[in-house]
DNA sequence: ACCTGACATGTCTATTCTGACATGGTGACA
DNA sequence: TGTCACCATGTCAGAATAGACATGTCAGGT
């Protein structure tokens, strides 16, 4: 969809004319990406807190131990979605929740 | 997915013999809509703050002003990922979305 | 009364995501 | 060496979500 946003907005050609909303949007992108990939971590560090191996996970969830490990990996196939419902499957709070999205990227 | 979730689970029969962990899935479920619930409104109010119509954001993210109303309105054919962006692309930091995501339910 | 701008709601099709399956790789342990 | 548990990666059909469009409501201005 990132691409296909920018292309759409290029053609808009609406109030987009210069270079810096174009780096405003990879920006926001990449921020989108980056807040995903810790919550991937953040996933897999509390299912082995749990001592749960990946197909465990998968059944807590109703999911599959392939779709766990591409959570994990942060594949681009994974939504947010999904990410946050393991998280609270897991019995992450909110607060906590808030961390992982507070948290300074690396 | 909830429904679908649970009767899976339900279907399984594994380690869920007893109503709590039932009661435990609704929770998640209730959170995770509630979360979903709170970004839209939290989309609403920086939407007003930067004096921008359902038009004018839809524009800004290459959607349309259906879809907006329609984060707005907590639809749930909205998804979390999409109000994510949103809010970035409204400039909101993940600091903020932290808040929003660490606000106590009403 | 008539516009006009802003928002809500329903429905379409296309795209994206999901669970499932297959398969391969790794390390541990007998 | 076998095999067993665990994880990674690719693929695919079906489910969920996307943007777009039509249309309706409401409030403000004329």
Redesign the interface.
């Known amino acids: 969809m990132n691409e296909?946003?920018k292309r759409?907005?290029q053609s808009?050609g609406?109030?987009f004319g210069n270079a810096k909303e174009f780096l405003r949007?990879s920006d926001?992108e990449a921020?989108?990406v980056e807040?995903k990939i810790e919550l991937a971590q953040a996933l897999r560090g509390r299912r082995k807190r749990h001592r749960l191996s990946q197909v465990g996970l998968a059944?807590l969830?109703?999911s599959s131990q392939s779709r766990v490990a591409k959570m994990e990996a942060g594949d681009p196939s994974v939504?947010?979605?999904l990410l946050?419902?393991a998280l609270?499957?897991l019995g992450v709070s909110?607060?906590e929740?808030?961390?992982?999205?507070?948290?300074k990227?690396a």
């Open positions: 296909a946003r759409r907005l808009l609406w109030r949007l926001e921020a989108f807040l059944r969830l109703g939504s947010m979605d946050v419902r609270l499957a909110r607060r929740l808030a961390r992982v999205f507070a948290a990227a």
